[in-house]
């Protein structure tokens, strides 16, 4: 698959560390040959993502803050002097206070209510009408997701319900942008222990109860979500778009969830 991605070039939003999924999806498509461009959250992460896009012969690392307009725009506008023309985008990005992220649906606040969405799902929309200005021959756009949008996860709470409209979101940019070959899917995850995913309560539980209960009985790695990436984000999946492809090994497919794991 060396050259599946060669001419390419993508901008990979929401890399914080080599823990992130956005560094699995990242060494996919430079290792396919992508010419990459990174976006991150606040000074602090720079000195962590510089050395990452280095490592994959990247020097362009932007500043981005998903809720300001004005730094999408600047962000898009630094790309577009720099490339001109952009094949892909990949947003993996989400956010939530983590006081939240335990205990009950029904006690979330208007004001985290309103931020999730809006870092969490707006962001993605954001994105995408930026991205399309720079997509004149096609492009990819790929965001990520998890089961707690379809089905209740214990401490997922506002956070299901933000993935619940990304993924509606992704439904309604696949028809918008179809019409100029830009295709639109999402990757939905099994856990992963990740920044973001320390924020969630139990977390170490529900991924064994994931390792336990999926067909593959095991947990997915950064790198499983990169190689799917890769098929989303390349012309193998030329013929697909609205998607949301589960890389959870098989876990969303069991009816019968009965763990049987004597040391949770
Ligand atoms: P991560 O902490 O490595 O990445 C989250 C990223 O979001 C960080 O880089 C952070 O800087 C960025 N971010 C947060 N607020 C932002 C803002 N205002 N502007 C710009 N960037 C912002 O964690 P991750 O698990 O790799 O998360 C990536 C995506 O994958 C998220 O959408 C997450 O919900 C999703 N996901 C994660 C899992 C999991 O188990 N880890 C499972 C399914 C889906």
């Known amino acids: 698959s ?4 060669a ?47 280095e490592q994959l012969g990247s020097n362009i690392v932007l500043p981005c803050d998903v809720s300001d307009e004005a730094s999408i ?31 009950r649906y029904v006690d979330t606040s208007r004001s985290n209510f309103q931020m999730t969405m809006d ?14 200005k720079m997509m004149s ?36 940019l696949a028809e918008d942008l179809g019409k100029d070959g830009i295709r639109v899917n999402a990757i939905s995850a099994g856990p992963i222990k990740t920044l973001a995913a320390s924020g969630i309560g139990d977390f170490r539980y529900i991924m064994k109860w994931n390792e336990y209960n999926s067909p593959l009985r095991r947990n997915v790695t950064t790198d499983d979500v990169g190689k799917s990436a890769l098929y989303l984000l390349s012309d193998l999946s030329s013929g697909v778009t609205g998607e949301n492809l589960h890389v959870d090994a098989g876990y969303h497919v069991v009816g019968m969830k009965a763990v049987d794991a004597p040391d949770i």
């Open 7 to 53: 001419g390419k070039r993508g901008l990979i939003m929401g890399l914080a560390n080599d823990k992130s999924i956005a560094w699995g999806i990242a060494k996919a498509c430079a290792d396919a040959g992508a010419e990459l461009a990174f976006s991150y959250q606040g000074e602090a992460l720079k000195k962590r993502v510089d050395p990452l896009a």
């Open 137 to 172: 021959e096609g492009g990819s756009l790929l965001t990520l997701t998890y089961y707690g949008a379809e089905q209740v996860m214990p401490h997922y709470n506002v956070m299901g319900v933000a993935k619940a409209a990304l993924e509606a979101s992704v439904k309604y």
């Open 119 to 132: 870092i969490s799902v707006f962001s993605f929309t954001a994105v995408a009408n930026r991205a399309e």
């Open 2 to 5: 060396s050259q599946l991605m």
């Open 73 to 103: 725009d600047a962000l898009f506008a630094e790309l577009e002097a720099k490339w001109g023309k952009l094949d892909f985008v990949v947003h993996a990005i989400g956010f939530s206070d983590k006081n939240e992220l335990r205990g």
